[in-house]
């Protein structure tokens, strides 16, 4: 057996169904490694501006940092000893500079200040990758294309009456917006940690509030109080990352449902075939999405079950975090590319959408028919004449509007003219137009604040 591989890491076969290459770069052991090399920059520069370490050796520092050599699987296999890579890692920066300047390495700081920060600038970097309000921009322009196209709406798996596309592609819409706006709010405050070995940061004395200001400056994150055993930053991420993966489910799993060959109302640009069956155009884009939202929630799970810190620093705890939010992280920000290339090509069947509409000889408006007769008969009487009269429609395979027309409980309040207005789908649409334009200026303040 001779397998080529065309990238050194794990994951090649199986990985791409998953994540998507822009985002896996950023929460992959590289990304991860150059994180924690960022952060032993930015405290050792942080200190030198605060007066703590040695402006020399700072500067030796961070040259490691930016350009020293590292070797991760023997930083993954020495950090077995330790209980984290950390540990291992300051050791080989230290092994890369002159003598003097090796005592300034991590000076002040302890592993998890290192790798808490670490992971949350790979989450930071990693939604930047993703851009997931490509996939809000795409469900605005159907919602607009798509206002006034006619389609049944399902409650509990069966036709309902009718209502638009787009306002079904409102729902979607107002879905991604709201997870993307509390994701975005939760990505803007992403806290760098600094606490030392016991959160007192007792090494800087005095220094080390100005030292915290300027670790996460350099970093692009918030300045914070020691969150070593408060983990809400990291619960109030692990929900805002579900979130974003349930909102794209839904969409997911509406498009699955439409796509139907039974129903036919709409087909994803990109259809994959069968390996057995030659006719069959599946709806990948759709199905991969889904099979994110069935993983997320026992990393939901987990990372929650782990928000609970003993004391000062954690026995277990955190490291059960690391590996969850990391790929909880790859799966949102994958269900968001992938639910943007989904709605940017999905193609919509107006045609197939009001033939299923019509299905039902008339019987999806009986809501519109009671509703007019209610004044006359009552909502009971009224629901009771419909109800009995659309009974008949079913057992005889028969149009809702021949037995309206010829009932004369009916006749004797609504005139022919009447009954086919009532009939009309267009006419029993209530304030959706309303409710889309209320969608799409939601999403307009949204995206305009992103």
């Not at 291992?88 to 090796?102: D, F, K």
């Not at 709201?178 to 070995?197: D, F, I, K, N, Y």
């Not at 709605?343 to 519109?368: C, F, I, W, Y």
Request: net charge negative.
């Amino acid at each position: 057996m001779n397998i080529r591989a065309d990238a050194e890491h794990s994951g090649l076969l199986l990985g791409p169904l998953a994540g998507v290459d822009q985002v896996d770069a950023e929460v992959s052991d590289h990304a991860l490694l150059r994180a924690m090399l960022d952060c032993e920059q930015a405290l050792a520069e942080a200190g030198a501006a605060a007066g703590v370490v040695p402006a020399d050796a700072a500067a030796a520092i961070a040259e490691v940092c930016r350009s020293g050599q590292f070797d991760l699987g023997r930083l993954g296999r020495d950090a077995q000893s330790a209980g984290n890579p950390v540990v291992p890692l300051v050791r080989v920066i230290g092994e890369q500079l002159p003598v003097e300047a090796r005592p300034w390495v991590h000076h002040g700081s302890t592993s998890q200040d290192i790798l808490d920060t670490a992971l949350l600038l790979c989450v930071g970097r990693a939604l930047d990758a993703a851009d997931a309000s490509v996939a809000s921009a795409a469900c605005a322009e159907l919602v607009r294309s798509h206002r006034n196209t006619l389609v049944a709406a399902r409650t509990l798996g069966q036709q309902a009456g009718p209502t638009t596309f787009g306002l079904k592609a409102a729902g979607w819409l107002t879905g991604l917006d709201e997870a993307l706006t509390r994701l975005e709010s939760v990505r803007s405050s992403l806290p760098a940690q600094l606490g030392g070995a016991t959160g007192t940061l007792a090494v800087f004395g005095d220094a080390g509030p100005a030292v915290i200001e300027g670790f996460a400056a350099r970093l692009g994150l918030k300045p914070a109080s020691p969150w070593h055993t408060n983990r809400q930053p990291i619960l109030e991420l692990t929900a805002a990352l579900g979130g974003l993966v349930a909102a794209c489910g839904k969409v997911a799993l509406d498009v699955t449902l439409l796509a139907q060959t039974e129903v036919g109302e709409v087909t994803e640009g990109e259809s994959g075939g069968s390996s057995a069956l030659p006719h069959k155009q599946n709806p990948v884009g759709s199905v991969l999405i889904t099979a994110i939202v069935r993983r997320m929630p026992g990393l939901v799970a987990t990372l929650y079950a782990a928000g609970v810190h003993e004391h000062e620093r954690a026995t277990g705890a955190w490291h059960a975090e690391w590996e969850p939010l990391r790929e909880l992280t790859r799966l949102a920000g994958a269900a968001g590319v992938r639910t943007g290339r989904l709605l940017s090509e999905l193609r919509v069947h107006p045609e197939k959408m009001r033939a299923n509409l019509d299905l039902t000889q008339g019987l999806v408006l009986s809501e519109s028919v009671a509703a007019r007769l209610a004044p006359a008969l009552g909502r009971a009487g009224a629901h009771q004449v419909v109800g009995r009269i659309g009974q008949v429609a079913v057992e005889k395979g028969t149009s809702l509007r021949d037995h309206l027309v010829a009932d004369p409980d009916v006749r004797r309040v609504l005139s022919v003219e009447e009954i086919d207005e009532a009939l009309d789908p267009a006419n029993w649409l209530g304030s959706s137009g309303t409710l889309i334009d209320r969608a799409l200026a939601a999403h307009d303040r949204a995206a305009g604040a992103r």
